[in-house]
């Protein structure tokens, strides 16, 4: 009997063993399958990114073009005054790798600082060195504060606002620094320790730009022009969005939670305006690069204002605050009736095409570098925003609830007092003291004398007073009895979300000319041609005396 136990007993243990063995080698499985997926998926990644914008292939090609080159100085067998550049030959490298941009601006930016900072951490390096010579049995303590001092003073001034385009300079200058101390303070060598450094980071600098400058050029203020145009079609293209989905009714059953966060999100119109409003740090870097690139293809001017390029683009982000808001509308918990949208609904198309007609000619003429015409680019869309604004006025009595209004209304017992003057005044006095817009509403306390437009404001008040009101949830008591009060407060609500709406159009209209104020500048400054009418004499002729 002991022996099937003592069988049994192994043969158990045995298959916890193999149990264990099959869980680690299935979990290993599953850990290779996976690294296998996501190797596939960066590979994929990495091929779509060089497919979408070639010029990072480029610039990779480029930087492996200028190591090689640089490379070739380890091979370098003959010495120079007695100096060894095969030896020193990784200063050069390592210029390459820290210099070698993306543009050509930040190639120069980087190559000054490099630059200034080896010059002057050279020059103070030689002067301590002498110094700490002279002093004898104190040279380590001389060598030892001139590095606190050299790092206290680096480390303070590049924290000043003015200097952060100078911060890496600011690095490599005490690095060069400490590194020259350190190397002549071992071989005694100080002066040739600083002038093989020199020679061999200008030797990088040369080569960096030769390579980044005659192959391919990648320049920062060709990245600026374009994303200023782009800026624009993608703000157009928002705005044509919203009034479109405005109009058609589009809600969402929830806002994503993307927007709440203002995140990335896949909403086309949310994804244009958001770019633009994002796009400000993407401009105060491409600006800081640009103004240090030199005059090239269309830019072939001295100091070509750069800064009017982002000023544009600041002008542009004021009015996409406005087309936020107008998606803000959109996402809005409050909304506004169906048929109360469609009475403007001609008037808000217009404002909508016209405004983004205007951000899309304003695009094109930054892309071709063209001056406005002598008319008023603006002139069409401030007549759709008259039009709406008249609009309004005409039937401001859609988007108030007129039954709360106190004006017209007198305390009884100033009715009482005067009660002794004739009904008929107090009629005329009564309608004195309203609007419009309620004299259409309220008609019980017209006269019969004015019957036909006791007419007209029926038939008006036959059209909206039929509407639907909001919202379709509406707040119950215990007997389950909807609340008048609420229900009339959420009517009034939902009527002025769109006038709201309509406001924030209007304003978008008006910060308009914001932007082509700007544009003027731009145009000035950096001298875009003066736009050219191809058409013939007789028809200009024509045309003008038709103005005329």
Not at 37 to 42: K, Q
Not at 64 to 80: D, E, Q, T
């Amino acid at each position: 009997m002991e022996k099937p136990l003592l069988v049994s007993f192994k043969e158990d243990e045995y298959e916890r063993e193999s149990s264990r063995y099959m869980c680690c080698f299935s979990f290993l499985g599953q850990k290779v399958v996976k690294f296998g997926e996501d190797v596939l998926d960066f590979a994929l990644k990495a091929w779509e990114m060089g497919r979408s914008d070639p010029r990072k292939v480029i610039f990779a090609i480029k930087m492996g073009l200028a190591l090689s080159i640089v490379s070739l100085l380890i091979f370098w067998k003959k010495s120079f005054h007695d100096i060894d550049i095969g030896q020193y030959s990784i200063w050069a490298i390592l210029t390459v790798i820290v210099m070698f941009e993306f543009s050509i601006g930040g190639t120069f930016i980087k190559g000054f600082n490099r630059g200034l900072g080896t010059l002057v951490a050279g020059i103070l390096a030689f002067c301590f060195a002498k110094l700490s010579l002279l002093a004898g049995n104190l040279e380590e303590v001389i060598i030892v504060i001139s590095v606190f001092i050299v790092g206290f003073f680096a480390s303070y001034l590049k924290l000043y606002p003015t200097m952060k385009p100078y911060e890496y300079g600011f690095r490599v200058f005490v690095l060069t620094y400490c590194i020259l101390m350190v190397a002549g303070n071992r071989t005694r060598e100080y002066k040739e320790a600083v002038t093989t450094r020199l020679v061999l980071i200008a030797v990088g600098v040369a080569v960096c730009l030769f390579v980044n400058i005659c192959i391919c050029p990648i320049w920062s203020g060709e990245d600026l022009h374009n994303l200023v145009v782009k800026n624009f079609k993608e703000v157009a293209t928002s705005l044509e969005g919203c009034v479109n989905g405005y109009l058609k009714f589009v809600e969402y059953e929830r806002t994503p939670s993307k927007i709440l966060t203002h995140q990335a999100s896949d909403d086309p119109l949310y994804k244009g305006y958001r770019s633009v409003m994002e796009s400000k740090n993407q401009e105060e870097t491409l600006l800081g690069f640009a103004i240090w690139e030199p005059p090239h293809g269309r830019y072939r001017m001295l100091n070509y204002p750069w800064k009017n390029y982002v000023k544009v683009s600041s002008a542009l982000r004021h009015c996409a605050f406005m087309v936020m808001a107008l998606h803000g509308c959109l996402l809005s918990e409050i909304q506004a009736p169906a048929e109360k949208r469609l009475v403007f609904r001609t008037e808000l198309l217009r404002v909508g095409a016209e405004g983004a007609k205007v951000l899309r000619d304003l695009g094109k003429k930054i892309e071709k570098m063209e001056k406005l015409g002598p008319g008023d680019i603006l002139k069409d869309v401030h007549e759709a925003a008259e039009n709406l604004q008249k609009s309004i006025d005409h039937r401001s009595y859609i988007l108030v609830n007129s039954e709360s209004w106190e004006i017209g209304r007198r305390p009884r017992e100033q009715e009482d007092a005067e009660n002794v003057s004739d009904s008929k005044d107090s009629d005329d006095m009564n309608l004195g003291f309203k609007s419009l817009s309620e004299t259409v509403l309220d008609l019980g306390s017209v006269s019969a004398a004015w019957t036909p437009s006791a007419t007209q404001g029926a038939s008006s008040e036959c059209v909206f007073r039929n509407q639907p009101s909001w919202p379709l949830r509406l707040p119950f008591d215990g007997a389950g009895v909807s609340k008048e009060e609420n229900c009339r407060t959420y009517e009034s609500a939902s009527a002025l979300s769109l006038a709201t709406f309509a406001s924030l159009l209007i304003e978008f209209v008006a910060r308009l000319q914001n932007v082509v104020d700007s544009l003027e500048e731009l145009g000035e400054k950096a001298k875009f041609r003066e736009l050219i009418l191809n058409t013939p004499p007789t028809t200009k002729k024509s045309w003008i005396f038709c103005f005329i």
